[in-house]
């Protein structure tokens, strides 16, 4: 399964938009991007995901550059409620799909 | 409301007493996995069913069991707990193939031996 790496955090200031990288240059073909968000000690949430076009939902959007070698996602308009950990994660839909590794995440800091 | 409902939220026990986390999904979802959470690790994945009777390890399943017998239920039971294994658990489940919904995963369980 395909790694990725993360910076360990990161500041926004409220109403400006947030965008948080991440790197998977060993991404296979059949791999998607999935980013989850876990507020305090709590479930990770599902934000969004993408295989090879830009997405976007009410949550975020998604920047898949053309190697998919990375990502980024956008929080348009922080908030301080999303001031959380994030997570990038690659998902297989078959091959590398069983075992998936979130690492540490980035914390996000979203300041008043 | 689809939902993974893990019991018990906290819990505190004695090394060597023999506990079970349960987990439970009722979305139907053929992929459940177990995952703990420790300060600067990450989420590490324990174990993971691809569907009923199917289960393989993760990175971190020393000292851990899971059983699938039923589709819905995927609980993990340590056998002999031990202080190393305090941590905060998460169970996930998704559908197989995903079709990019992605994991759902449950509120949690804070396990504490001493």
């Known amino acids: 399964d395909a790694k990725t790496t993360q910076p360990t955090s990161m500041d926004c200031a409220e109403g400006r938009a947030a965008n948080l990288p991440c790197n998977h240059s060993?991404?296979?073909?059949?791999?998607?991007v999935y980013w989850y968000r876990q507020i305090h000690s709590q479930g990770p949430q599902y934000i969004i995901h993408?295989?090879?076009n830009n997405e976007t939902n009410e949550m975020a959007s998604l920047i898949i550059t053309e190697d998919r070698k990375s990502s980024t996602l956008i929080l348009p308009h922080a908030t301080l409620r999303d001031t959380a950990v994030y997570y990038c994660?690659?998902?297989?839909?078959?091959?590398?799909?069983?075992?998936?590794?979130f690492g540490t995440g980035t914390k996000l800091q979203v300041i008043p | 409301e689809a939902q993974v409902t893990q019991n018990p939220r906290y819990l505190i026990t004695v090394t060597g007493k023999k506990l079970t986390v349960t987990c439970s999904q009722n979305?139907?979802?053929?992929?459940m996995s177990w995952y703990r959470q420790d300060p600067g690790l990450g989420l590490r994945q324990i174990y993971y069913?691809?569907?009923?009777?199917?289960?393989d390890k993760g990175d971190v399943p020393e000292g851990y069991k899971v059983s699938r017998k039923e589709k819905r239920n995927f609980p993990l039971i340590l056998e002999s707990p031990s202080p190393n294994q305090t941590s905060l658990y998460f169970c996930?489940?998704?559908?197989?193939?995903?079709?990019?919904?992605?994991?759902?995963f449950g509120s949690g369980t804070r396990l504490t031996v001493v």
């Open positions: 069913s691809m569907n009923v009777e199917v289960t």
């Open positions: 996930a489940s998704s559908l197989y193939p995903d079709r990019g919904r992605g994991y759902t």
């Open positions: 979305m139907n979802h053929e992929y």
């Open positions: 993408g295989l090879k």
């Open positions: 060993t991404i296979s073909g059949n791999e998607y």
């Open positions: 994660i690659v998902r297989g839909v078959s091959g590398g799909y069983q075992k998936v590794t």
